[in-house]
């Protein structure tokens, strides 16, 4: 059995440099919003200056609408009271939610 996962595991690994890379947009995934928000959450309660997360945003995110969203997520995540990466992921998650429900209304 563990030969079998093994064996599964390292064709999985060895796959991945061959399959082919495409960027994804965040803005409208809210599992992704969620994510996000947990990481710039355990940035601030690292320490790290709202300064340090925009730019460490900017780099990784550069879609315009996903630098829009993370921007607003990280100022708002700045501005008020701290909250623990998995308190963030399920408010961003759940409101990303309800944004989507009541669109598609």
């Not at 607003?72 to 701290?82: E, F, K, P, T, V």
């Amino acid at each position: 059995m563990k030969r079998a996962v093994a064996t599964a595991a390292l064709a999985v690994c060895l796959a991945q440099p061959s399959m082919q890379a495409y960027a994804q947009t965040v803005a409208d995934q809210c599992f992704a919003i969620g994510d996000i928000a947990g990481q710039v959450a355990s940035w601030r309660l690292h320490k790290k200056s709202k300064a340090q997360a925009l730019a460490q945003a900017q780099k990784y995110y550069k879609e315009a609408s996903d630098q829009q969203a993370v921007t607003a997520m990280i100022d708002r995540l700045y501005s008020g009271a701290a909250m623990t990466p998995d308190q963030a992921s399920m408010v961003f998650t759940q409101e990303c939610a309800q944004q989507k429900k009541r669109a598609a209304q």
